[in-house]
């Protein structure tokens, strides 16, 4: 009995602690003021552009992504190990670093200032931190899938006359599919969620760069809590819709294991 205390001691404060959490902020403002705030101007403005240079950056990220993925789960080639590597910096850097990093790459003095001076502290700008950090995300699970998908498949497709586009566009993505439909969710929450390169890259300019995260940031500066709170609830009713569909993508991933699975241990 003893035991079971200790255990669920550390277990309860974690849990009471993230209850806490997310009762203190919505339980922040009576839901008049909350219902005023999360359609004021500025909010609309911050879940649009959110909305926008999250789902292009999922885009740049997919296209990609899953092309990358594909030849570090099927090729062996020269330097693979280092390019692995090299490819789960993203995950590792700070958000700063890297908006620090593509500010020098795209500024005046950069290797490509004629796009840089277009892209920094602008919409496009957003896009480009985000479709930074969130093709990481994509490239690392699409890279895990395809590797869960035997190749067999693929070997016996092109036995059969398929050529390598057939044999990845009609067998081995539609197998791995699952696990690149929950790799783009984590992406899609990475770049919703980004704040710190974002803000190195383009800036916190009320209503043209202003995103959620961005919103919040502002608003607390200047001790608008009202629209601070309501775009981070916003931010965390997105993130809860995210974590069911990964539940709902795992489950249903899990169902079809578990009946592959009944499949190979009944009677031949």
Excluded: H
């Excluded at 992504?65 to 789960?88: I, S």
């Excluded at 479709?131 to 690392?140: H, L, Y």
């Excluded at 249903?252 to 009944?266: F, H, I, L, N």
């Amino acid at each position: 009995m003893g035991f079971a205390v200790l255990l669920a001691l550390p277990l309860a404060i974690v849990a009471l602690t993230i209850a806490g959490v997310l009762g203190a902020l919505l339980a922040r403002l009576p839901p008049d003021d909350l219902w005023a705030a999360l359609s004021a101007a500025e909010t609309l403005f911050a879940l649009r552009l959110s909305a926008l240079t999250s789902i292009a950056a999922l885009g740049i990220a997919l296209v990609l992504g899953l092309p990358a993925a594909y030849l570090m789960a099927r090729r062996r080639f020269l330097g693979k190990v280092l390019l692995d590597t090299l490819l789960d910096v993203p995950l590792v850097m700070p958000p700063l670093v890297a908006g620090l990093g593509l500010l020098f790459l795209l500024g005046r003095n950069g290797p490509v200032p004629a796009l840089g001076m277009e892209l920094l502290f602008s919409p496009a700008g957003v896009v480009v931190a985000l479709a930074f950090v969130s093709t990481a995300v994509v490239v690392r699970t699409a890279t895990a899938a395809f590797r869960s998908v035997d190749p067999g498949y693929a070997v016996a497709a092109q036995s059969l006359g398929a050529a390598p586009w057939a044999v990845f566009w009609r067998v081995e993505l539609p197998l791995a599919a699952k696990g690149i439909a929950a790799g783009a969710v984590l992406a899609w929450a990475r770049a919703l969620g980004e704040f710190g390169a974002t803000l190195m890259v383009a800036g916190a300019t009320r209503l043209k760069t202003e995103t959620l995260p961005m919103a919040v940031f502002l608003n607390i500066a200047t001790g608008e809590t009202g629209i601070a709170v309501a775009c981070a609830i916003l931010l965390l009713a997105a993130a809860l819709l995210m974590l069911v569909a990964m539940r709902l993508l795992g489950t249903r991933r899990d169902d079809r294991v578990s009946r592959g699975s009944a499949a190979g241990c009944g009677p031949a």
